[in-house]
């Protein structure tokens, strides 16, 4: 958790509703991969092509999850004299991105 976790996660009710609708079906798509595992009859390359798509969806809820951050978060930081601290939250997320 944050030290500016205060500040909460603005998402509009389109992007909030979009993250979820997108969570949900990597919570499925999770699950799939999870039973491919235990068959023993699938090929390994068939699991990491599934894996790779997993990540791929993480990443497109992670960037609707950043443009909000960006939007409502970081464009105010001067105002609020918190840049320093936005700019050192964001390096610590974009060096995992």
Do not use: F, N, W
């Not at 979009?18 to 999770?30: E, F």
């Not at 791929?56 to 909000?68: C, E, I, T």
Request: glycine residues 10%; aromatic residues 2%.
């Amino acid at each position: 958790m944050s030290d500016l976790g205060c500040h909460g996660l603005r998402l509009d009710p389109a992007t909030r509703e979009s993250a979820r609708r997108r969570l949900l079906s990597i919570k499925g798509h999770v699950e799939g991969v999870l039973r491919m595992c235990e068959d023993e009859t699938i090929y390994c390359v068939d699991v990491l092509k599934q894996i790779k798509a997993v990540q791929g969806a993480l990443d497109k809820v992670g960037g609707l999850v950043l443009q909000s951050h960006l939007r409502d978060h970081v464009v105010s930081a001067g105002q609020r004299g918190d840049t320093e601290s936005i700019v050192a939250e964001l390096m610590e997320v974009l060096k995992y991105r």
